[in-house]
């Protein structure tokens, strides 16, 4: 997905109707990174994290691997899904999901 999300109006309700940014800096996109990977492959998960530059060493995840469900979610800001996957470790970022989100109050 590239672009702008287009301003729209969720169920006529105002608080969801996007407004134009005002000023010179632009927003950066929001993106939820989702990695999935076998039990098996745990930790390999992690030890790919070695050596790798990346903003998101050295800080916490959510992770369901003790759990069992094995996936792992990342919160990063980024112009392009190129440039948000690109914080991920290859052997990670082959194994995730990128998905645009943004912040909507709940009512």
Not at 1 to 6: H, I, Q, R, V
Not at 25 to 47: K, N
Request: contains cysteine; neutral net charge; hydrophobic residues 35%.
């Amino acid at each position: 997905m590239s672009g702008d999300l287009p301003r729209t109006n969720i169920q006529g309700d105002p608080r969801y109707r996007g407004s134009a940014r005002h000023g010179s800096l632009l927003a950066v996109p929001t993106f939820l990174l989702s990695h999935q990977h076998p039990a098996d492959e745990c930790p390999y998960a992690f030890a790919a994290w070695r050596g790798f530059q990346s903003p998101l060493r050295h800080r916490l995840a959510l992770s369901s691997c003790m759990q069992g469900g094995h996936s792992l979610w990342w919160v990063v800001d980024a112009d392009s899904e190129q440039e948000a996957l690109g914080q991920l470790p290859d052997y990670v970022s082959e194994r995730s999901e990128v998905i645009r989100v943004r912040s909507v109050p709940i009512p």
